[in-house]
Antibody, heavy 120, light 106 residues
């Protein structure tokens, strides 16, 4: 079955850019039909959707983060990536990647998540 | 922006039925999905499109959605059901999550 795995630095300095990659195995991003999302969870808090990308490169971002977010896809590597610019301590969170069917069937599966701490 | 409201906590006796609500304006017109998250783990989809169970999810998990409230029902609650539960919908192309409910099995 499809599995997702996040990777990237666990520590980012304030004002810098957070960069994470999600590697998809067991299925191809370029096969279409799915939307690939980033979701984060602040420590001890709820879930916040960041945005999604389709294999074609089409994106949609949460309006609350839109000015700082870029999501891209590399179909040759079966990966999609997140960049979040000008980070502050408020961006400290566990970041998850997840797949959504595009037919409004929920996010499934999710990656295991990766903690990113913003600190000098 | 669209908001989903969940109770912070729900308690249920072992073997009894737990109901977790998710409130939103005319939520009955949207597809509601539910996730279970255990400590230190990623969320897992337990109900999609109001009342459908993904493969591998026990029949004890069910859902409904009408009017301004969606409900996740867990029958014959087990100790292993103790977790945080989140509802989620799409609104204006944006995924919206409820604040989460901590289920305690007594």
């Amino acid at each position: 079955q499809v599995q997702l795995q996040e990777s990237g630095p666990g520590l980012v300095k304030p004002s810098q850019t957070l960069s994470l990659t999600c590697t998809v195995s067991g299925g191809s991003i370029s096969s279409g039909g799915y939307y690939w999302s980033w979701i984060r969870q602040h420590p001890g808090k709820g879930l916040e959707w960041i945005g999604y990308i389709y294999y074609s490169g089409s994106t949609y971002y949460n309006p609350s983060l839109k000015s700082r977010v870029t999501i891209s896809v590399d179909t040759s590597k079966n990966q999609f990536s997140l960049k979040l610019s000008s980070v502050t301590a408020a961006d400290t969170a566990v970041y998850y990647c997840a797949r959504e069917s595009g037919a409004d069937r929920g996010f499934d599966p999710w990656g295991q998540g990766t903690l990113v701490t913003v600190s000098s | 922006s669209y908001e989903l409201t969940q109770p912070l906590s729900v308690s249920v006796a072992l073997g009894q039925t737990a109901r977790i609500t998710c409130g939103g304006n005319n939520i009955g017109s949207k597809n509601v999905h539910w996730y279970q998250q255990k400590p230190g783990q990623a969320p897992v989809l337990v109900i999609y499109r109001d009342s459908n169970r993904p493969s591998g999810i026990p029949e004890r998990f069910s859902g409904s959605n009408s009017g301004n409230t969606a409900t996740l029902t867990i029958s014959r609650a087990q100790a292993g059901d103790e977790a945080d539960y989140y509802c989620q919908v799409w609104d204006s192309s944006t995924a919206v999550f409820g604040g989460g409910t901590k289920l305690t099995v007594l």
